[in-house]
């Protein structure tokens, strides 16, 4: 009923840009808090980004300040993460969730050096 979907990752090189989207069904993108987690291999899910459900306000972990940028289109129910100067330790599984409640099947990161 509800889904999202994450797309965009890839392999890249470190310094090189990615633009992850996650597309919503069954559920109105306006009306949550959507963010960004990944996780690595061996380690805890972690948080990246979040922006509010008026898109007036947004937060970011601070691994990745300055770096990335979490945007929304809440006419085609899709938030976006950009990902610039990425590095290897940004290789992960990413994924997107509303509210917290409502998860992706993530897409994943691959940063080399």
């Known amino acids: 009923q509800v889904q999202l979907v994450e797309s965009g990752g890839g392999a890249v090189q470190a310094g090189d840009s990615l633009r992850l989207s996650c597309t919503s069904s069954?559920?109105?993108?306006?009306?949550?808090?959507m963010s960004w987690y990944r996780q690595a291999p061996g380690k805890e899910r972690e948080f990246v980004a979040t922006?509010?459900?008026?898109?007036?306000?947004?937060w970011y972990a601070d691994s990745v300040k300055g770096r990335f940028t979490i945007s929304k289109d809440d006419v085609k129910n899709t938030v976006y993460l950009q990902m610039d100067s990425l590095r290897p330790e940004d290789t992960a599984n990413y994924y997107c969730?509303?509210?917290?409640?409502?998860w992706g099947q993530g897409t994943q990161v691959t940063v080399s050096s």
């Open positions: 969730t509303a509210a917290g409640v409502w």
């Open positions: 069954g559920l109105t993108a306006g009306k949550y808090d």
């Open positions: 922006i509010v459900s008026n898109g007036i306000n947004t």
